[in-house]
Each structure stands twice: as structure tokens, then as C-alpha cells.
């Protein structure tokens, strides 16, 4: 990303020079709704993100311009300060959240661009919450540790904009690291790093560009549904706290306590839990060809039962099988947003060419394509 508009920008609003960090957005291979259900998730930051220039101006305000929104807020640090921009509410947030875990943070000049792009499902949020944390967290010495400031961010869309999210997102955007996956356990946050390397398959996105903003989704409704599952399992089966937990047998003891649709919800919790157990194997069998399996697998519930698809999407599926793509699914939140696609090398470009042509006939505006590089975190550029 072009780091001179962000300097040249900063340069002009405030006649200095300050830190420039940058934290990326991220794909997830498989495990989606598993997160705060507290499952695993398969997740890798990627080369596009937010960079942000920062530096502390010795008041207790903060000044922050958004080049891409070409937009300025201007706040102060106390709870009553919040700015009425969604997008600076998010580093409004951040700032609150580490004073609550009692920092000493100040006012800051800060600019910021991205280049992930907003509302395709690639955590743009995230990127930009875990750009202020890690360079806030740096700028005023706090001492937060990675998994904290992760935190910060989760808590951030919780108490100031409005999306009961889990913890993947914030946490592939600070621990992503070059040419591998994390398999990220989040009811423990412990972590591993998977080697992510398919050789003869590229991965690429396609963006349906239909728009996606969890806070005007359904999102937290389907977690609601989870939870309502997860509590009656609990009565029979104490040791379950999330439906990470459970089993699709303990789900069947309760069909008749709960509501059908969290029924349907919860089965496809449960067993997309169990198709990332099966894909971190089959991945480091090198058997891509039940990873592709599973990530079907994965479209159909996200589609069928947990209803988070939207038409643009399935079509999007549907070329991805006609093409001989490998595996092709909805990818993160859900409700617009980008397909990610297993695809061998050689019907590559049979399929990008493919899904533009027939996407553009039947809805009159033509996919983006976003082939996927598997970046680092969180970092200091300069
Ligand atoms: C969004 C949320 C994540 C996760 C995914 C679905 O990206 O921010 O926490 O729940 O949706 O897997």
C-alpha cells in the first residue's frame, strides 16, 4: 500500500512526522460461527490492510483523519467523548478499552488509509482496531501482550459498535504470519501454526460486491440462537458451556426445548466444528481433496442451515463446482461479502473467466477478484 499518501496527508493536517504501523486483514480456510461458540477456526492474515500514522500530541484529544472516507473527527478520551463517525469509534473504542485495563493512553494525531476492502468479509474492522492497539500499545509503552491486545479490539465491537463478534478476526490480523494458517483453539486462544502452501492450487476470492456490515445483520441473532442451544445442552450436560462442547447427540436430546431455527442453527455449529478437525488433517496429509470436500460442505450449512448466504453467493458456488474448483465457499460473517476458492492451477483461469462472464449476466455488475496471499501481522513499518 502506498505509505507516501498516508505521510503526505499527515504532513499537511498536522506539519510532522509520526510512526506508521499497519495490520492486515484476513481470510478464514474453514470454521466459520465457530469462534464464539468457542470452536477452532482456520484463519491467515493477508497482504492488504490498514496503515495508520500516529503520533502522541500531548493533550488528552485526539485528531483523526480518514483519507479513504476523507473524513476528520476530533474526540477527547472519556467515556461521554464518543464520536458520532462509525469509523472513529473504532479507534475511540480501542482507546477506551485499554483505559478501562488501566492504561495511561493520551491524545495522538493520527491518518489512516486501507486497501482491505470494506464490507467484503475481509475484517477491515479488525484491521483497523488491531492497527491502534498494537501502535498505541507501542507509542505509550503500555505493556499489553499480543492476546490482550487482541482483546482490546474483540471488546471494541462489543461496547462501541454494536457486533457480538468471536475472536478470530483480531486475532489472524495481530498473530498472521507469512505462508501459514493459524489453528486457533478460541476457548483457550492457544494457537498453532499451520504451513499453508498447496502447491498446484491457488486461492483466490471472489467479491460478490453486495454489501456486508455485520452491525445491520442478523450476526448476533445467530449467535443468540447458538447460545439458547448451548444452555439448554448445559442442563443435561453441565461440562458444555459453549457448543464447542457438544455433539450432535447431546443436540438431539434437546430438538424438542428448543426452537427449530436454533436447531438448525446449532447442527451446523456443531458439525462445522468437526469439518476443521478433519480438514487440519486431511491439510497436513496434503489430501486437498477432502479439504475441497469440507469447504462445500461448509457452503451448504452456511447457506442451508445457518442461512447467513445470500443469492449472489450461491451462484458464485455453483460456477466454483461447474468450473472443477477444488472447494469454493462463503467466506466469514456472511450476508454479502466474498466466496473463497480452492482452485487447481490449470482451470484457474477458466474459472475467474467463467464467474465474471455469468455473475455479470445474471446481476449486471461484475465480481472482484482478490487472489490471496498469506501475510504477516500487526507491525511497525517505520
Ligand atoms: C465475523 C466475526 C468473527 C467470526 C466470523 C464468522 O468475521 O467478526 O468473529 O464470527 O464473522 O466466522
Known amino acids: 500500500m502506498e505509505q507516501s499518501i498516508v505521510r503526505n496527508k499527515f504532513k499537511e493536517l498536522f506539519n510532522e512526522e509520526g510512526a506508521l504501523f499497519f495490520s492486515p486483514g484476513r481470510v478464514n480456510l474453514i ?41 476528520y473527527a476530533e474526540f477527547g478520551l472519556n467515556e461521554e467523548d464518543a464520536p458520532s463517525q462509525s469509523w472513529a469509534r ?107 502452501n498447496p502447491e498446484g492450487y491457488k486461492v483466490v476470492l471472489m467479491d460478490s460486491v453486495t454489501k456486508h456490515e455485520l452491525v445491520d445483520s442478523p450476526y448476533n441473532k445467530r449467535r443468540q440462537s447458538c447460545e439458547n442451544a448451548a444452555a439448554a445442552i448445559a442442563k443435561n450436560h453441565p461440562e458444555v458451556k459453549l457448543l464447542g462442547d457438544a455433539t450432535l447427540e447431546m443436540l438431539a436430546e434437546v430438538k424438542d426445548q428448543i426452537s427449530a431455527e ?45 442461512e447467513v448466504s445470500t443469492v449472489e453467493l450461491d451462484y458464485l458456488n455453483e460456477i466454483a463446482k461447474e468450473c472443477g474448483v477444488t472447494g469454493s465457499r462463503i467466506m466469514g460473517g456472511g450476508f454479502g461479502g466474498c466466496t473463497i476458492n480452492l482452485v487447481p492451477e490449470d482451470k484457474y483461469d477458466h474459472f475467474i473467466e467463467t464467474a465474471i462472464a455469468r455473475f455479470t449476466e445474471k446481476f449486471g455488475v461484475s465480481p472482484k477478484v482478490y487472489p490471496v496471499k498469506i501475510s504477516d501481522g500487526s507491525r511497525r513499518l517505520a
Do not use: W
Open 90 to 196: 473504532y479507534i475511540f473504542g480501542v482507546c477506551r478499552e485499554m483505559i478501562k485495563r488501566g492504561a495511561d493512553v493520551k491524545g495522538f494525531n493520527t491518518v489512516f488509509s486501507g486497501d482491505v476492502p470494506l464490507g467484503a468479509g475481509l475484517s477491515s474492522s479488525a484491521a483497523l482496531e488491531s492497527t491502534y492497539a498494537f501502535g498505541l500499545n507501542e507509542l505509550f509503552n503500555l505493556g499489553f501482550d499480543k492476546k490482550e491486545l487482541v482483546l482490546i479490539g474483540q471488546k471494541t465491537e462489543h461496547n462501541y459498535c454494536g457486533v457480538n463478534c468471536g475472536i478470530m478476526d483480531q486475532f489472524a490480523s495481530i498473530f498472521g504470519k507469512e505462508g501459514h494458517l493459524i489453528r486457533l483453539d478460541c476457548s483457550t486462544m492457544e494457537y498453532e501454526y499451520v504451513p499453508f
Open 31 to 71: 470454521g466459520e460461527h465457530t469462534d464464539y461458540n468457542g470452536g477452532c477456526v482456520l484463519p491467515g492474515a493477508i497482504d492488504k490492510g490498514m496503515l495508520a500514522e500516529i503520533k502522541p500530541n500531548g493533550t488528552n484529544q485526539v485528531k483523526a483523519f480518514s483519507i479513504d472516507l476523507n473524513d
Open 262 to 306: 436454533d436447531f438448525m442453527r446449532a447442527t451446523y455449529a456443531i458439525e462445522e466444528n468437526s469439518r476443521l478437525v478433519s480438514t487440519c488433517d486431511a491439510l497436513k496429509a496434503g489430501d486437498y481433496a477432502t479439504v475441497g470436500k469440507n469447504i462445500y460442505a461448509t457452503h451448504k450449512g452456511m447457506s442451508e442451515l445457518y
